[in-house]
């Protein structure tokens, strides 16, 4: 049997109107002969309204019981799009993560999925046309809810397919992937191919049209993505392992902005490895995410930079406050700033890029904080108001 896994936002469900609107999509596909696995987010702003509610009862709400309140929101859209596609004539059934088996670990509210059942899918599969999954959300061991965090039905709608073998059709506000967000610049390219490695650099700098972890998987077990609206039937773009051998590969794909970013400055740390070592570890144990670190060695002194998402500043300086006043040493905040970022794998061959992009930094009389590069991307630490004046500058150089 031919399987497909569509995995369907939380705009694209909003509400009963755009819930029977993609009842219509998925039967449309069943009766082109497929069985759909149809993951689906909670409605609308859902996420975000239940998050406000468990906070209003309490200021710090325990992880596990957060996350039993969170999976009601997919459970809810779920269920909706089960009955609309059963008005329609179609043999449908809802099935949240318990019933599904996707086990995860134990982490609450930001858990990473370990495996799902693939015989209990194929069972379901056997015995009805399309499985109406609650995307986000998963299950310990011992049969504790868990949720995803951030992208978690992207990322649960590729595991399916990649543990099912088939395509995965992502299916969300916005027609594809362009090479930039069109908000931010409405002339934007819209691509019809874009390869794993230049959509992980896009999606883990800021791009929201797939999330990172999603893709990561997509590249592990080769699953091709197709990403798409679901308001319009104008075609998408499809993420792949390599491009076409008839398409040209762009030096630049993309670019992306990641906005609240805090620079971080610690002065005068001993020339110890061990030193910058215990920093960077108690911070991980924190969980907190560190980006465009630079570090610099000045006679017997060590400087370090390095960046933080602005909700996470109080949790760093608190770190901080307990691991360098045993070296006496200050550190330093500064932001708020935006990293902007230009990726594409055809940078590996191409020379000139990190001239042409700091040329066009310098003409606009913008000096970046700080700059990361790899082979396929380049980043800059720059200010907010200067960030989205560059973006029109930088399309037009790398014609994006």
Same mark, same amino acid.
């Given at each position: 049997m031919a399987v497909i896994v569509q995995k369907y936002g939380g705009s694209s469900v909003a509400d009963s109107v755009r819930i029977k609107n993609v009842a219509r999509r998925i039967a449309r596909k069943v009766k082109e002969g497929f069985k759909v696995v149809s993951v689906v987010s909670a409605m609308g702003? &859902? =996420?975000?309204?239940?998050?406000?509610?468990?906070?209003?009862?309490?200021?710090?709400?325990?992880?596990?019981?957060?996350d039993m309140v969170l999976v009601t929101g997919e459970q809810v859209s779920c269920a909706l799009v089960a009955i609309a596609l059963r008005d329609l004539g179609i043999n449908a059934i809802s099935l949240n993560a318990f019933q599904t088996k996707?086990? &995860? =670990?134990?982490?609450?509210?930001?858990a990473r999925i370990v495996d799902i059942n693939s015989e209990n899918l194929k069972s379901y599969l056997k015995n009805y046309d399309v499985i109406v999954i609650t995307g986000f959300q998963g299950i310990t061991e011992d049969e504790h809810f868990t949720t995803l965090g951030r992208g978690g039905s992207d990322t649960s709608a590729v595991a399916l397919a990649a543990k099912l073998g088939c395509d995965c059709e992502i299916y969300s506000d916005v027609s594809g992937v362009f090479s930039c967000d069109p908000k931010l610049y409405p002339k934007t390219r819209k691509w019809k191919y874009v390869t794993y490695d230049d959509m992980l650099e896009l999606a883990a700098m800021g791009a929201r049209v797939l999330h990172s972890r999603a893709v990561e998987i997509a590249k592990k077990y080769n699953v091709k993505i197709y990403c798409a609206s679901s308001f319009t039937d104008e075609e998408g773009t499809w993420v792949v392992e390599r491009l076409p051998e008839w398409l040209e590969e762009p030096v630049v794909t993309g670019i992306s902005l990641d906005e609240n970013q805090m620079k971080v400055s610690i002065t005068n740390l001993p020339n110890d490895a061990n030193v910058i070592s215990d920093i960077f570890k108690r911070v991980a144990e924190k969980e907190i995410n560190v980006d465009m670190i630079s570090?610099?060695?000045n006679g017997e002194a060590t400087h370090v930079s390095f960046t933080v998402i602005s909700d996470r500043a109080n949790g760093v300086k608190e770190l901080l406050d307990q691991t360098l006043s045993v070296y006496g040493v200050k550190y330093r905040f500064y932001g708020r700033f935006t990293?902007?970022?230009?990726?594409?794998?055809?940078?590996?061959?191409?020379?000139?890029?990190?001239?042409?992009?700091l040329e066009l930094l310098a003409s606009e009389g913008v000096e970046p904080e700080l700059i990361?590069?790899?082979?396929?991307?380049i980043s800059a630490l720059v200010s907010e108001e200067s960030a989205h004046r560059l973006v029109e500058k930088i399309c037009?150089?790398?014609?994006l």
């Open positions: 702003k &859902t =996420t975000d309204q239940l998050i406000s509610l468990a906070k209003s009862v309490s200021v710090n709400p325990n992880e596990r019981e957060l996707i086990l &995860t =670990t134990r982490n609450h509210t930001n570090l610099v060695k990293k902007i970022t230009v990726v594409g794998t055809g940078m590996r061959s191409s020379y000139g890029v990190a001239s042409r992009f990361t590069t790899s082979e396929i991307k037009n150089e790398f014609e």
